[in-house]
């Protein structure tokens, strides 16, 4: 059975990098596509970024776009996301969850979910 957990997670000042890891065990991450999500108190789930199975398709939200890399690491069964120029507002407990996507879907059915990790932008 696949499990995920995620690393890198702290505390960033504004303007900063984070990189954040989604490493597998249990299963190859090969068949799966990774999805990253970010959750803040009060606020429901946010889908920050996600990588298909297939091709390496990839999606950022609205709000990371232009500042997050999500890439695939087959060799070492991880996917690592990036978020450059960080905000206040990319504050939250970031998860990452793996699936295999409905027929013709770049990403989704997400059954295996990382414990998450707290990134915390402040000065």
């Known amino acids: 059975q696949l499990a995920v957990a995620e690393s890198g997670g702290g505390l960033v000042h504004p303007g900063g990098s984070l990189s954040l890891s989604c490493a597998a065990s249990?299963?190859?991450?090969?068949?799966?596509?990774i999805g990253w999500f970010r959750q803040v108190p009060g606020k429901e789930r946010e889908g920050v970024s996600c990588?298909?199975?297939?091709?390496?398709?990839?999606f950022y939200a609205d709000s990371v776009k232009g500042r997050a890399t999500i890439k695939r690491d087959d060799t070492k069964e991880t996917v690592h996301l990036e978020i450059n120029s960080l905000k206040s507002e990319d504050t939250g407990i970031y998860y990452c969850?793996?699936?295999?996507?409905?027929?013709?879907?770049?990403?989704?059915?997400?059954?295996?979910w990382g414990p998450g990790v707290q990134v915390t932008v402040s000065t």
């Open positions: 969850a793996a699936g295999i996507p409905p027929h013709h879907a770049m990403c989704g059915n997400f059954t295996s």
């Open positions: 249990g299963l190859s991450l090969e068949n799966y596509a």
């Open positions: 990588i298909s199975n297939s091709y390496d398709q990839t």
